[in-house]
C-alpha cells in the first residue's frame, strides 16, 4: 500500500522557518519524481517546487526564492525547507509522488503564518 506522510507543519510568526517532510513507503522512493504543492483556501493547488529521480530539481515561476527542496532516497524522505515565512505562505501543503502513470498524494498539512 502507497503512503505519503507529510509532517512539520506548524503555526508559525512572519519571518520564522519551518521544514516540511514527507514520508513515503509502498513504492520505490528513489524511482519517482516528487514535489510539493500548496493550497490555499478556496484556490487551486499550486507547484510549489519539483525533486526529479534523475537528481535534477525545478522551481516554478513565482515560487518563493526562500524555499528549497531536497530529497533523501535512503530513507524514503522528501523535505521542503521554508525561510523567512510570510503570511501570503499560509496554505495546505502535499507532497506528490509520480512514475509514468502513477500519482500518489499525501493528505496534506498545514502551514499558518500569522503575528
Known amino acids: 500500500q502507497v503512503r505519503l506522510v507529510e509532517s512539520g507543519g506548524d503555526l508559525v510568526e512572519p519571518g520564522e522557518s519551518l521544514r516540511l517532510t514527507c514520508e513515503g513507503s509502498?513504492?520505490?522512493?528513489?524511482?519517482?519524481?516528487m514535489s510539493w504543492y500548496r493550497q490555499v483556501l478556496g484556490k487551486g493547488r499550486e507547484l510549489v517546487a519539483l525533486?526529479?529521480?534523475?537528481?535534477?530539481?525545478h522551481y516554478p515561476d513565482g515560487a518563493p526564492a526562500r524555499f528549497s527542496i531536497s530529497r533523501d532516497n535512503a530513507k524514503n524522505l522528501l523535505f521542503l525547507q521554508m525561510n523567512y515565512l510570510e503570511p501570503e505562505d499560509t496554505a495546505v501543503y502535499y507532497c506528490?509522488?509520480?512514475?509514468?502513470?502513477?500519482?500518489?498524494w499525501g493528505q496534506g498539512i498545514q502551514v499558518t503564518v500569522s503575528s
Open positions: 506528490k509522488a509520480v512514475r509514468g502513470f502513477n500519482e500518489y
Open positions: 509502498g513504492f520505490i522512493f528513489g524511482a519517482y519524481d
Open positions: 525533486s526529479a529521480a534523475t537528481g535534477y530539481t
